[in-house]
């Protein structure tokens, strides 16, 4: 695709000072910009970027949404209904850090991605290989495993983004090349199931910074990035924005 989706996740970050220093700056950015970009607050703050955003381009997220669609006795939960509800566009689905600390798993992941569907929310499905796994030469048959949830997916709405875990929060950018090959095989694989990859962003995330932002959005395939640390800094988040 050729307009490129930027979408800052703040991760267990914030509070509400500064949330609203953030955005203020956010909404500066030239009105091109902000058309393409997205921000993921904790869920604690839906509710204030919600209201912070209403009635500008910029895209609400949200980092997570439970598996259970309808209300009920899911104590702790935010359902996809709830988050349509605070005008969420957006749903991570699948970040590494929920697979890694929360033990999602493709079966749950499904379930997810079922409650954004029936939502009309546009997940991001997160998918990526470890470093362990990149060194046995298994990064493809690990990526082509978390696109596998995608089978059974029959929603339209969908941007998928690939975060190589070895790059997330570590400094350490993949490759160039690594990430056309990745993003290529994923728009293959995508195609081969049906789906129009020209249809579906894929975007890059994992260490993607102010000063290497222009080199990742010019690798053919690249779509857009997930933007993690560099998100809580305005003019570092800018840059990165007016990169795309
Ligand atoms: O969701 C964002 C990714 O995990 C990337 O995080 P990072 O930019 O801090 O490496």
């Not at 307009?3 to 909404?27: C, F, P, Q, S, Y």
């Not at 993921?40 to 439970?66: E, F, H, I, K, R």
């Not at 379930?111 to 546009?122: H, I, N, P, V």
Request: net charge negative.
């Amino acid at each position: 695709m050729s307009e490129k989706l930027v979408i800052g996740n703040w991760k267990m970050n914030g509070r509400t000072g500064r949330n609203a220093d953030l955005i203020a700056a956010l909404k500066a950015l030239p009105a091109v910009c902000r058309d393409g970009v997205g921000v993921a607050p904790p869920a604690a703050y839906l509710g204030q970027l919600g209201a912070a955003l209403a009635g500008t381009p910029l895209a609400l997220c949200a980092q997570d949404v439970s598996r259970f669609a309808g209300d009920g006795a899911y104590t702790g939960e935010v359902s996809a209904a709830m988050l349509a509800d605070l005008g969420v566009r957006y749903v991570l689905v699948g970040h590494s850090e929920r697979r890694q600390y929360f033990g999602e798993d493709n079966t749950v992941l499904a379930d997810k991605l079922e409650a954004c569907r029936q939502s009309g929310l546009t997940p991001v499905l997160c998918v990526g290989e470890t470093l362990a796994e990149r060194e046995a030469g298994a990064a493809l048959t690990v990526i082509r495993s978390q696109l596998s949830v995608l089978e059974a997916y029959a929603g339209r709405a969908l941007v998928v983004a690939y975060e190589p875990v070895w790059a997330i929060g570590t400094g350490k950018v993949a490759e160039t090349g690594q990430i056309e090959e990745i993003h290529q095989e994923i728009k293959k694989w995508l195609l081969q199931c049906g789906r129009g990859a020209d249809n579906i962003r894929v975007l890059y995330g994992g260490s993607v910074k102010a000063d290497n932002a222009e080199a990742i959005f010019s690798v053919p395939g690249v779509d857009g990035a997930l933007v993690g640390g560099a998100s809580l800094d305005a003019e570092t988040f800018k840059s990165i924005c007016n990169a795309a």
